[in-house]
């Protein structure tokens, strides 16, 4: 019993953070699984993760959508394109011994981390409105009168949730620590708008890789659901402390944070993986 409240509490930290900067917090599960059960699979820790971050992004998402912050037409638009990518990569992780997973996960969120603390021109800064083909224009208004006026290109949105579906889904972290930073400079998206949006296409991103993972086998009703179970209980409640506190928080604090963190775990994992 005292494994499994120590995995609740587990999930409410994550699940208040991973909300609080858009992502399902797997980036942060993966590597404390790998450091808890040395003896894992990859496959058990990505399938145990994605249930965790399935949960955690339902529960962002019914937050979000109380605060009127999801773009729910672009978001539908964006989780069909994980769709073929997510599959794809819950099949891949199957094939890849642990060490080579610690090493290629350390590289992943140290490339990232870096990515996030580097300088680079104000995300708010206004720019002339994109034109031409493809070209999707959104209005927001979110409970509390707060509007938002953003376009973006289709195509480079569905690339981008093409590629993430692949990635989280092969590493087990829900992809909103890529996913968020690439709405933001990439396709521009306010940053209330980004958080939001990326809940809703993990939770069907999640979904999709989840139901893989059911399939083969790997999530079956036994201990492995079970610890999984008690950290997504956590992550549920600790998403809607992440939600209310959203408003609160500078988006240049959010990614620095995100940064900050990432780094931190990718060192981590690393030396784990170099010293075994």
């Known amino acids: 019993m005292v494994e499994f409240g120590l995995l609740a509490l587990i999930g409410v930290a994550l699940g208040a953070f991973g909300t609080l900067v858009g992502s399902g917090g797997g980036f942060l599960l993966v590597p404390i699984l790998l450091f808890i059960y040395p003896d894992m699979s990859p496959k058990t820790v990505t399938a145990m993760s994605l249930f965790v971050v399935l949960a955690n992004?339902?529960?962002?998402?019914?937050?979000?959508?109380?605060?009127?912050?999801?773009?729910f037409r672009?978001?539908?638009?964006?989780a069909a394109a994980t769709l073929p990518s997510a599959v794809a990569g819950a099949v891949l992780v199957a094939y890849i011994p642990r060490q080579q997973f610690n090493m290629i996960f350390a590289a992943f969120l140290g490339a990232i981390g870096v990515w996030l603390l580097l300088p680079r021109p104000e995300t708010t800064a206004i720019r002339a409105p994109l034109t031409g083909r493809g070209v999707i224009?959104?209005?927001l208004t979110d409970r509390n009168g707060l509007s938002f006026v953003y376009s973006y290109r289709l195509w480079q949105g569905l690339?981008?949730?093409?590629?993430?579906?692949?990635?989280s889904s092969l590493l087990g972290i829900g992809g909103g620590i890529v996913y968020v930073p690439a709405m933001l400079m990439m396709l521009r998206f306010p940053v209330y708008v980004a958080t939001a949006t990326s809940q809703f296409v993990l939770a069907v991103m999640?979904?999709?890789?989840?139901?893989v993972h059911v399939a083969h086998g790997t999530l079956t009703w036994d201990l492995t659901l079970a610890r999984a179970s008690a950290i997504a209980a956590g992550a549920i409640v600790g998403a809607q402390a992440g939600a209310h506190y959203s408003?609160?928080?500078r988006g240049d604090t959010i990614l620095r944070a995100l940064g900050g963190a990432l780094l931190l775990v990718a060192a981590r994992l690393l030396w784990v993986a170099l010293s075994a």
């Open 57 to 71: 992004a339902c529960s962002g998402t019914f937050a979000y959508w109380r605060h009127g912050r999801i773009d």
């Open 159 to 167: 690339s981008i949730s093409a590629v993430v579906g692949f990635i």
């Open 74 to 78: 672009t978001g539908l638009l964006f």
């Open 206 to 211: 999640a979904l999709e890789a989840t139901a």
């Open 137 to 139: 224009r959104r209005r």
């Open 247 to 249: 408003h609160r928080v």
